[in-house]
């Protein structure tokens, strides 16, 4: 715990200006940012007596090592940085909503040739217009029935457009009129993107228009005798009532506002979002958060309003935005909704009428989905809880283990060998943190000399961020003659587990790019955090292995222990006899999740990779030889066994391929050993390379 008197700055050297500010911890993670008006003013008031702080601010400011800020010129630009910041650095202190769910939007896809309406999760892509979110997929799906009848709009997949123009036939929908089946021409682009837009004018709202046009169009047509026209005309205005009808009226005058309410307690806060548009709610959102800084309800909107219109420009921020309570600086907030909705944006608190009433319905919602969040916590935390005293009990540890790495090694009869790292913390999987290797040391199979290597590889860069932030410190070297340890059993040389961590770390060759450790900028380190407790996919030989790396760079604050497959027996080091738990143990079920999530994860990887291999042929290795040139090569001899068999005279008839080029392509056949007939698994024939089985 630090005393936040050792890192406080000099009351002269903050200024009284709008900033931003990142308070550090002893590894340089960013732990909470903030902003303020006045610097001066708002940083001191993080450096008086501890007592007189909140608990949460108390347990950051103590868990804090240095504090610094950057100067902006408004308030405006202060918010924005801050919402940046928070969305980069991730920091543990800061509010942050996370969704109880993936939300449908209705998307329509306007960035391609022929728009296509569809369901649409996650995150929003550019081009693409939505309306919602929406409570169910199927809600989206009804509505988009009733409306084809007027706006028959494309619905189709990709694949099933492509083929139909191959075929010169639309798909069902086509035939039924609910889709114009640009596919095959009946209508022209421009025609198809008309219906599209007008599609979007009648989900953002503007539905009178369009039910007036057709009840004018069936008036004509009635007059002129055409009554089938006219029956199907009165059928479309009659569809597009029933999708009004789905979301009744709540606000008068065609209102577009966001209404958010929140729901809090002293833990955990939940937050709702009604969408209105046309005066109608067209979606609806939560979010839920644990406070884990000091904020009240005004700081909590502040909070909801960054996460909501962070990333939206234009009509999805809506024209008023109504709150149960003011941020702190309400101006600047208003101002940073106006420049990303490009007009003005009013930010209130409803005082009466529809809007304030709608607001309690608002306002119950968040009462409800705190309610209900709290009741599922309470299940999954105790259930966790009581999983990690467990593992703590049976293997003799001092307190839970709130982070485990698991790291499993898989490999194909010895070929593509890789390891996973897989991260637990607090019973959740986070797969953010997840690694993989390749095994560098040796060629072929021991899963034994793979699990000591990953564990010193990993453990080395632990090291090796602890030594670069000044929270290790080599010890002196020895005055004495030193005993050299026998070799491991690994057989790797003694020289190499003798050595200091400082010189292994520097004698160790360089790592794949994915475990290269970021930079010093704030930003989670790839291997910076130690785990609590490492368990191996393994019984007696790997566990010892793993205890062994890590004996050797002289880390000796973590537990080991391995889960074999065979019994489910946890063993741990130096024991000849395994820790059994009871089979309706929730440890030992989440060990095993712990450990199954590992083995997904390493041999996902060693399928790519093994993939990837069978896919190679020599002229993979033909220096300048992109991919079009592979498949000229290809298409012109007809596969890879003719290609091989070509003389450089013949090669350079290939257009775009020159000699220098046909001699290193032959060069490449020569040199490459001869390749293996590939095998149809399912019928156990040889496929020949000429019938179409060659690869590139």
């Not at 029956?231 to 606000?251: F, G, N, T």
């Not at 004698?507 to 450790?517: F, I, K, L, N, Y």
Request: hydrophobic share 35%; net charge negative; proline share 6%.
């Amino acid at each position: 715990m630090a005393d936040p008197s050792s890192y406080r700055p000099k009351p002269g050297q903050i200024p009284d200006s709008p900033g931003v500010y990142k308070f550090r911890d002893e590894h340089r993670r960013v732990i909470y940012v903030g902003k303020a008006k006045n610097l001066r003013q708002r940083l001191a008031n993080y450096f008086q007596d501890l007592a007189g702080l909140h608990p949460r601010t108390r347990t950051m400011v103590t868990t804090a090592a240095s504090v610094e800020w950057t100067v902006v010129s408004t308030e405006v630009e202060a918010l924005q940085l801050e919402y940046s910041w928070i969305k980069e650095f991730d920091p543990r202190f800061n509010v942050k909503y996370r969704d109880d769910k993936s939300y449908p939007y209705l998307a329509v896809t306007l960035n391609e040739d022929f728009p296509r309406v569809q369901v649409m999760r996650g995150a929003k892509k550019k081009g693409v217009r939505y309306f919602g979110p929406y409570g169910h997929a199927w809600a989206i799906r009804e509505t988009v029935d009733l409306m084809l009848r007027v706006f028959p709009v494309r619905t189709c997949s990709a694949g099933v457009f492509k083929n139909a123009e191959r075929t010169g036939r639309p798909c069902l929908l086509g035939y039924i009129g609910k889709c114009s089946a640009p596919c095959v021409g009946r209508v022209t682009p421009e025609e198809h993107r008309d219906l599209a837009e007008d599609f979007c004018d009648f989900m953002a709202g503007r539905t009178g228009t369009y039910i007036r046009r057709l009840e004018k169009d069936m008036m004509q047509a009635a007059e002129e005798m055409e009554y089938e026209r006219a029956a199907r005309l009165r059928d479309d205005a009659e569809a597009l009532r029933r999708a009004m009808e789905k979301s009744a009226v709540v606000l008068a005058d065609a209102t577009d506002a966001d209404l958010i309410a929140v729901a809090e307690d002293e833990l955990e806060a939940a937050v709702q979002i009604f969408h209105v548009r046309g005066g109608r709610v067209r979606g609806q959102r939560g979010w839920v958060t644990d406070k884990v800084e000091a904020v009240d309800t005004a700081g909590l909107v502040e909070h909801a309003l960054q996460q909501l219109y962070g990333e939206e420009s234009g009509d999805s921020v809506p024209k008023e935005v109504l709150v149960p309570a003011l941020p702190e600086d309400p101006e600047a907030v208003s101002q940073w909704l106006a420049d990303r909705r490009g007009s003005q944006v009013s930010l209130r608190i409803p005082q009466r009428g529809d809007k304030k009433d709608l607001m309690v319905t608002v306002q119950r919602n968040a009462q409800q989905a705190l309610g209900l969040h709290k009741t599922k916590r309470a299940s999954d935390l105790t259930t966790r809880s009581r999983a990690l005293e467990e593992i703590a009990e049976a293997l003799g540890l001092d307190t839970a283990p709130l982070r485990v790495e698991c790291f499993d090694i898989s490999h194909l009869q010895g070929d593509d060998v890789v390891a996973s790292m897989v991260v637990f913390e607090d019973g959740l999987a986070r797969k953010s943190e997840y690694r993989r290797f390749q095994i560098k040391g040796f060629e072929g199979q021991d899963d034994v000399r793979s699990m000591h290597e990953v564990i010193g590889r990993r453990f080395k860069r632990y090291l090796q961020e602890k030594e670069r932030t000044g929270e290790w410190e080599e010890t002196p070297a020895p005055t004495g003659p030193v005993p050299a340890p026998a070799p491991a059993a690994t057989g790797e040389p003694a020289a190499a587990s003798a050595a200091p961590a400082s010189a292994a770390l520097r004698e160790e060759s360089p790592e794949e790019p994915g475990e290269r450790a970021r930079e010093d900028d704030g930003r989670p380190k790839r291997f910076a955090y130690p785990p609590q407790l490492v368990v191996v996919d393994g019984g007696q030989p790997q566990v010892a292995a793993a205890k062994r790396a890590l004996d050797e760079l002289g880390i000796d604050d973590i537990a080991v222990c391995g889960l074999a497959k065979r019994l489910e027996e946890v063993w741990l080091p130096d024991d000849d006899d395994p820790v059994v738990l009871p089979r309706s143990s929730e440890g030992l079920y989440l060990l095993q999740r712990i450990r199954d999530e590992a083995h997904r994860f390493a041999i996902t990887y060693q399928r790519a990779k093994r993939a990837k291999r069978i896919r190679s042929s020599p002229l993979d290795d033909v220096p300048g030889l992109g991919e079009t040139r592979k498949q000229a090569l290809i298409k012109h001899f007809g596969s890879v066994k003719k290609l091989r068999q070509a003389t450089i005279e013949e090669i350079c008839e290939v257009p775009g391929i020159g000699r220098r080029t046909a001699e290193s392509v032959a060069a490449a056949f020569a040199a490459a050993a001869p390749a293996a007939p590939a095998v149809n698994t399912a019928t156990g024939e040889i496929i020949d390379e000429d019938d179409g089985g060659s690869r590139t």
